[in-house]
C-alpha cells in the first residue's frame, strides 16, 4: 500500500491501532506481506471475521511467488487474547475447527511467517505464537496459559506451544498459568529474540531471508514443521473432542462464571495462610 513504510520498519513498537477497518490489515512492501490484527476493541479476538482475513492473507502470500516472508504483527496493548467468547452463533465445537484450521494454515504457509508482538498474548495467541516460524517479542509482551485457572486446558495450542518450549518450561507454565516475559519466552524456546525495538530486529530477520528461494524456503520450513503437522494429524481430532468436554463441564462453567464476576470459583483451594508455606522445614 503505497505511504506504508517497509514491514519490520519504522517505530520500535506496533502501531497503536485503529479498528476501524477490516479485522486483519493487509500491507505490501518489497516482498514482505504485513497481516496485521486491527480490532483492538476486543483484544483482537479470534472473531470469524478476523480468522477469515487472516486465513486468506496467509493463502494469497503463500501462493505469491514474489512473497518472500510474512509478518504477523497486531495493533493495540494485545497481541490476541484467543478466541472470541462473545460472538453470536458460535459453537465449543466451531471454534476449535476454526483454531485447528488457522493453526494449520500458517505452518503449510510456505513461506516464514515471522510474528512482531510487543502486547499480552494469552489463550489462542500463544497458538499463533507457537505456529510462527520466528518470533520477535518486545518489552511491553507477556504470555500465559490461564486455561486451568477456569476450569480448562490449552488443548489445542499445546500443538504448536509445547514443540517450542523445554519440557520443564511446559509444566510450569501450563500447570502454574504464571505470566512471563519477554526475555524468559526467549530463554524457553516459545520466541525467537526479545528485542527493545521490534522492527529492526524483524527487518534484520527479513533482509537475511531475501536472498533465498521460494523453493527453498518452502523445503526447508517443511523440515522444521513435519513433526508438529503430524501431531495435528494424529491428535487434533481427539484434542478437539477433549476441549468440548472441558467446556462442557461443571468446572469451566463455575470458571468462567467466576472470572466474569470477578470472584473465586468454588472449587479453588483455599488460600495459603502465613507462615504456612509449602515444603518450609521444620
Sequence with gaps: MAGRPEAGRGSGRPEAGRGDGPPVRVDRSEGVVTLTLDTPHNRNALSTALVDGLTAGLRDAG???????????????????????????????SRTEQMLTLLRAILETPKPVIGRIDGHVRAGGMGLVGACDLVVAGPRSSFALTEAR??????????????????????RYFLTTETFGAHEAEAIGLVTEAAADTGATVAELVA????????GLAASKRLTTAAMLEEFDRRGADLAEESARLF???????????????????????????????GKET
Design 63 to 93: 501462493a505469491d511467488r514474489d512473497v518472500r516472508a510474512v509478518v504477523l504483527t497486531h495493533t493495540g496493548g494485545t497481541f490476541c487474547a484467543g478466541a472470541d467468547l462473545t460472538e453470536a452463533g458460535s459453537s465449543v465445537s
Design 248 to 278: 462442557a463441564s461443571d468446572e469451566a462453567r463455575e470458571g468462567m462464571m467466576a472470572f466474569l464476576q470477578k470472584r473465586s470459583p468454588s472449587w479453588a483451594a483455599p488460600a495459603e495462610s502465613s507462615g504456612a508455606a509449602v
Design 208 to 215: 537475511a531471508i531475501r536472498p533465498s528461494s521460494p523453493q
Design 150 to 171: 477456569l476450569g480448562l486446558a490449552a488443548s489445542i495450542v499445546s500443538l504448536t506451544v509445547v514443540p517450542r518450549m523445554t519440557s520443564r518450561a511446559a509444566s
